[in-house]
């Protein structure tokens, strides 16, 4: 019977996926099915860690957060828990050797959005590196499928590529963050005054962790390859998009690339894969 609780835990991490990422749901299609699985529970585990902080206002977060920690814990010690999605996220913990020092970093990280926080350099890059740098190296482990060779030749890229989507997810959501939740995170930027300079130092900070990433994702595994490179266009080029806008558009609004783009760079990037021009 637990293979059948299993089996409806990473339904459970596949269905918040759909729901709530089309870009992810996207990407995960594009790589070879035996990963979809794992990846899904890992982004359900940490859908559900980011809607605490971002969502549940008319709630005590810090009660939520703290307790989901708890229970994220125990099910890793425990190899099972009633929450379909942290039941999925420990047996891929276990299954592909996720660190659990990964883990806590991307707490530390979730735990910073339940305060408003002034950041400087230093905090801005623990944030960055809980908030995605450790989640691409989790997505990491499953891409080259255990071999921690290779793991450990592809970390840096992954830290860059996750980097530079939560940079654009930043700029993306620079509206929302700042006049719904409070929060700056870039250091030194006050968003009263976002200027076109400002935006600027930012955008070419982002650009030399696409840049660099993509040597990384070059030299990816063929089942997990065209995946993660259809994710790099479509974050590159809702970045492109951000780019062309100016300093006071992006805080009107929520940035978007439509599904009909969503497709087109689809179909590139498989062609691309197929062809092996990656």
């Known amino acids: 019977m637990k293979l059948l609780f299993d089996k409806l835990s990473n339904k459970c991490s596949q269905y918040t996926t759909n729901l709530y990422s089309t870009s992810f749901s996207f990407g995960i299609k594009a790589l070879d099915k035996e990963i979809h699985e794992p990846i899904y529970n890992i982004y359900g585990f940490v859908r559900l860690a980011d809607e605490i902080v971002d969502s549940f206002h008319d709630y005590n977060k810090q009660e939520l957060f703290y307790d989901f920690k708890s229970q994220t814990i125990k099910s890793i010690k425990d190899k099972i828990s009633l929450n379909p999605i942290l039941n999925s996220f420990q047996k891929t913990v276990h299954e592909f050797n996720i660190e659990k020092e990964l883990i806590e970093t991307f707490f530390n990280s979730m735990e910073m959005d339940l305060n408003k926080q002034i950041y400087d350099e230093e905090k801005y890059k623990l944030y960055v590196l809980g908030s995605a740098e450790v989640v691409g190296l989790m997505c990491l482990r499953v891409f080259v499928t255990g071999n921690d060779e290779r793991y450990n030749l592809l970390k840096p890229y992954a830290m860059r590529l996750g980097a530079a989507f939560q940079k654009v997810n930043f700029l993306r959501d620079a509206n929302s963050d700042f006049k719904t939740l409070g929060r700056t995170y870039f250091p030194g930027v006050d968003m009263t005054n976002f200027d076109k300079y400002q935006k600027q130092k930012i955008e070419n900070e982002i650009e030399d962790d696409f840049k660099e990433a993509l040597t990384g994702i070059k030299m990816l595994p063929a089942l997990s390859k065209g995946g993660v490179y259809l994710a790099y266009r479509y974050y590159y080029i809702l ?36 062809l092996k021009l990656i």
């Open 239 to 274: 970045f492109t998009k951000i780019k062309s806008l100016s300093s006071s558009r992006i805080l009107e609004e929520r940035i978007r690339v439509s599904n009909i783009n969503k497709l087109f760079i689809m179909i590139v990037s498989m062609c691309k894969h197929k």
